[in-house]
Structures are given as structure tokens and as C-alpha cells.
């Protein structure tokens, strides 16, 4: 079991909590009485796909620690992730009369994570939760960093607040059951902590692409623990997103704008694989990195099952939603470019027309018909 804290340099005690990655669930009961929640009322909130696969399991750990244990099941998918099925938490909560020294604990991925952390931001003003992230995805970016947050008309995490978790527990062993689709979104996120911070560990990535794609544990491990210390570092920084924590939406900015006007029919770490090729590739179009670097970026991708191009929505479409995105700032999009492989920053000064330029790139109909 491998153990480190997220407390920040500001020595601010409210956000400081135990990243926790192991093998198993063997030390979960151990950890989570660590983060106090031994007597305490708690209510497991899943979702329908992992119920199968660990809640009896994580539910026999924690028992015999809580006073009460409680479990919602949410119907599995990010088109569930709204503000109606927060109401359906809060109501097992107060049927179940949990108070403020309760605890709430999400088991899954993403969507699990963001929903049961918003909840617990929100009810009774704010309440203790910990993070069991099952997905590669949920693992080494949505569970740690405390962002919580719902979709609300078809505008991802527009609604949420910051609400730092207990405990974030991480049994890799999970991975074992996730589809190929759903692993290699994960890595889209994983890339990008390589291409932001870490030009050792990206390469690191490359070297073991083999290993990491048949989900060698040892190698799986070194994984997730790199992408959780490169997350860890900006997030100590930058607790609240007022400055540097920004460098982690490397991707998301154009990303984002394809999730949304693909209608979620891409998995979230194929969009961000798609935005970070165009942020490199405006990085690139302006002569930060070369020719080379950005190729690199490209195709490696493509070796990890994620894609590089899209079809069947116009690059206009594209453009309008980013205009749109949470991220704007004063009226400007803060974009995340690179100076070099690992060494990312935040730029307000990218033009529609390069962004323009980048989703072309991207789209695959603008492609075919130059071709044509």
C-alpha cells in the first residue's frame, strides 16, 4: 500500500486528506477510521454498474466501523448526473437522519464521485465524504482535488462547488473489470498530467504502453501513483482554481466543446485526448514546441485506443460552445498551451481563428472534403 497526503503549503487544515493506493480493499476500514468516521452514520452512494461488482464488498469494510450504513444507487451514466438526482440523495439522507458528523462515501467513477461530493457540499451546509474511484478516469483526476459538480442543460459541471474529501481511496485492483473503452478514457487524463508537468513520466507512459494497455499491476500502480502526485502538486498550490490549478484543463477547453456538441457520445477522456492534439497543435502553429513534439502528442493517442479526429458536427458548432464554457475569464477563454513537453501554462490571448484553425484539424468532414 502506498500512502501520501494532499495538505497543502498553505497549511490549511480543511483541505488536507490521505491519497490512499492499494491492491485491495484490506485497509479501507483502517484508512477510513484515520479519517474519523468511526460511530458515524454513512451512506454508500453508487451506481447501478458498480453495485454488481464492489458494494458488498466495500459495505462488509465499513460496517462494523459505522453506527449505520446506508446505500443509494444511482442509475449509471453522465445523463443521470443532474440536479434531480441530487434531490434523490438528499432525501435518503434525511430519511435516514444523517447529521453533520456523518459521512457520505462515493464508490465508482466519475459521475459517482462529482454527484456524492456536491451532495455532500450541499447538505446541511456541508457534510464529511470519502473517495472509492473505481475507473482509471476517477482514480487520477475526478476523485481527487475536491471539484464537485452536476450537468445542468447539457452544460457539464455547471453547477458545483469545491468540497474537499476525507480519505481518497484507490484499490487499482478495479481496473481488472473496466472495458477497454472506459480504460482508455482514463488515459486521455493520464497523458495530459505528462504533457503538463512531467516530460519523464509522459515518456515513462510511452516506454510502457504495452504493459499499461494489459493492465500489468505493477506497472498499473506506477501509473496511477504518478498521475496522483503530478494532480496532488498543483492542487496544494492552487487549492481553489485562482491561478495554476488552471494547467489541468489542458484539453478541456475544445474538449469540453466536443462533449457537449457530440451529445455526450463520447466517453469524456476521448474529448480531452481530442482537445489537448488542438492546444498542441496551436502550441505548435505558434512555435512554442516543434513539429516533432506535437506529432509525438498526436500519435500516441492513437497507440493508447483514443481518438484524433471527429465527424458529423460543423467546426462553427464546435467554436460556439467553447464560447460558452465555465472556463471563460472577464469576457477572455483562459487556454492551457505548452512552452515545452511537461511545462504547460495559461494563455488568454488564443484567437476564435486559431481555435478555429485547431478544430478543423480535428474534424474529419473539413479533412475528407479538402481531400475531395
Same mark, same amino acid.
Given at each position: =500500500?502506498?500512502? #501520501?497526503?494532499?495538505?497543502?503549503?498553505? +497549511?490549511?487544515? $480543511? !483541505?488536507?486528506?490521505?491519497?490512499?493506493?492499494?491492491? %485491495?480493499?484490506?485497509?479501507?476500514?483502517?484508512?477510513?477510521?484515520?479519517?474519523?468516521?468511526?460511530?458515524?452514520?454513512?451512506?454508500?452512494?453508487?451506481?447501478?454498474?458498480?453495485?454488481?461488482?464492489?458494494?458488498?464488498?466495500?459495505?462488509?469494510?465499513?460496517?462494523?466501523?459505522?453506527?449505520?450504513?446506508?446505500?443509494?444507487?444511482?442509475?449509471?451514466?453522465?445523463?443521470?448526473?443532474?440536479?434531480?438526482?441530487?434531490?434523490?440523495?438528499?432525501?435518503?439522507?434525511?430519511?435516514?437522519?444523517?447529521?453533520?458528523?456523518?459521512?457520505?462515501?462515493?464508490?465508482?467513477?466519475?459521475?459517482?464521485?462529482? =454527484?456524492?461530493? #456536491?451532495?455532500?457540499?450541499?447538505?446541511? +451546509?456541508?457534510? $464529511? !465524504?470519502?473517495?472509492?474511484?473505481?475507473?482509471?478516469? %476517477?482514480?487520477?483526476?475526478?476523485?481527487?482535488?475536491?471539484?464537485?459538480?452536476?450537468?445542468?442543460?447539457?452544460?457539464?459541471?455547471?453547477?458545483?462547488?469545491?468540497?474537499?474529501?476525507?480519505?481518497?481511496?484507490?484499490?487499482?485492483?478495479?481496473?481488472?473489470?473496466?472495458?477497454?473503452?472506459?480504460?482508455?478514457?482514463?488515459?486521455?487524463?493520464?497523458?495530459?498530467?505528462?504533457?503538463?508537468?512531467?516530460?519523464?513520466?509522459?515518456?515513462?507512459?510511452?516506454?510502457?504502453?504495452?504493459?499499461?494497455?494489459?493492465?500489468?499491476?505493477?506497472?498499473?500502480?506506477?501509473?496511477?501513483?504518478?498521475?496522483?502526485?503530478?494532480?496532488?502538486?498543483?492542487?496544494?498550490?492552487?487549492?481553489?482554481? $485562482?491561478?495554476?490549478?488552471?494547467?489541468?484543463?489542458?484539453?478541456?477547453?475544445?474538449?469540453?466543446?466536443?462533449?457537449?456538441?457530440?451529445?455526450?457520445?463520447?466517453?469524456?477522456?476521448?474529448?480531452?485526448?481530442?482537445?489537448?492534439?488542438?492546444?498542441?497543435?496551436?502550441?505548435?502553429?505558434?512555435?512554442?514546441?516543434?513539429?516533432?513534439?506535437?506529432?509525438?502528442?498526436?500519435?500516441?493517442?492513437?497507440?493508447?485506443?483514443?481518438?484524433?479526429?471527429?465527424?458529423?458536427?460543423?467546426?462553427?458548432?464546435?467554436?460556439?460552445?467553447?464560447?460558452?464554457?465555465?472556463?471563460?475569464?472577464?469576457?477572455?477563454?483562459?487556454?492551457?498551451?505548452?512552452?515545452?513537453?511537461?511545462?504547460?501554462?495559461?494563455?488568454?490571448?488564443?484567437?476564435?481563428?486559431?481555435?478555429?484553425?485547431?478544430?478543423?484539424?480535428?474534424?474529419?468532414?473539413?479533412?475528407?472534403?479538402?481531400?475531395?
Amino acid at each position: =500500500m502506498s500512502v #501520501f497526503s494532499t495538505l497543502p503549503v498553505s +497549511r490549511d487544515h $480543511k !483541505f488536507a486528506y490521505n491519497i490512499v493506493i492499494s491492491d %485491495s480493499f484490506s485497509d479501507l476500514s483502517a484508512m477510513a477510521r484515520e479519517a474519523e468516521m468511526e460511530g458515524r452514520r454513512l451512506c454508500i452512494v453508487t451506481d447501478s454498474n458498480v453495485e454488481k461488482l464492489y458494494l458488498d464488498e466495500v459495505k462488509k469494510c465499513l460496517e462494523p466501523l459505522c453506527s449505520r450504513v446506508l446505500v443509494h444507487v444511482l442509475p449509471a451514466g453522465e445523463k443521470n448526473k443532474n440536479l434531480d438526482h441530487i434531490r434523490d440523495i438528499y432525501k435518503t439522507l434525511m430519511d435516514g437522519s444523517l447529521d453533520r458528523g456523518d459521512f457520505l462515501a462515493a464508490l465508482g467513477g466519475g459521475v459517482a464521485g462529482d =454527484m456524492t461530493g #456536491f451532495a455532500a457540499a450541499t447538505y446541511l +451546509r456541508g457534510i $464529511k !465524504f470519502i473517495q472509492i474511484p473505481t475507473t482509471l478516469l %476517477s482514480q487520477v483526476d475526478s476523485s481527487i482535488g475536491g471539484k464537485t459538480g452536476v450537468d445542468f442543460d447539457q452544460y457539464k459541471n455547471m453547477v458545483g462547488a469545491f468540497h474537499m474529501p476525507s480519505l481518497v481511496y484507490i484499490n487499482t485492483n478495479t481496473l481488472r473489470t473496466l472495458d477497454n473503452i472506459q480504460f482508455a478514457s482514463g488515459m486521455g487524463e493520464v497523458l495530459k498530467h505528462g504533457i503538463i508537468r512531467d516530460a519523464n513520466y509522459y515518456e515513462y507512459l510511452l516506454d510502457h504502453m504495452s504493459e499499461i494497455e494489459d493492465r500489468e499491476p505493477r506497472v498499473l500502480s506506477r501509473v496511477v501513483e504518478g498521475s496522483c502526485i503530478i494532480k496532488r502538486a498543483v492542487v496544494q498550490r492552487d487549492p481553489l482554481e $485562482k491561478g495554476e490549478r488552471a494547467v489541468l484543463n489542458f484539453g478541456h477547453t475544445i474538449g469540453h466543446a466536443i462533449e457537449k456538441s457530440k451529445n455526450f457520445t463520447l466517453t469524456h477522456g476521448s474529448c480531452v485526448a481530442l482537445g489537448s492534439v488542438a492546444a498542441a497543435y496551436i502550441s505548435w502553429q505558434r512555435g512554442l514546441i516543434d513539429e516533432e513534439t506535437f506529432t509525438e502528442i498526436r500519435d500516441m493517442m492513437v497507440g493508447f485506443g483514443l481518438p484524433i479526429s471527429f465527424d458529423s458536427v460543423p467546426s462553427k458548432t464546435i467554436l460556439t460552445a467553447v464560447k460558452h464554457d465555465k472556463k471563460m475569464s472577464a469576457g477572455h477563454i483562459r487556454f492551457i498551451l505548452l512552452h515545452a513537453l511537461g511545462d504547460a501554462y495559461i494563455d488568454t490571448t488564443v484567437t476564435e481563428e486559431e481555435m478555429l484553425k485547431a478544430i478543423d484539424y480535428l474534424n474529419a468532414d473539413v479533412s475528407d472534403s479538402e481531400g475531395d
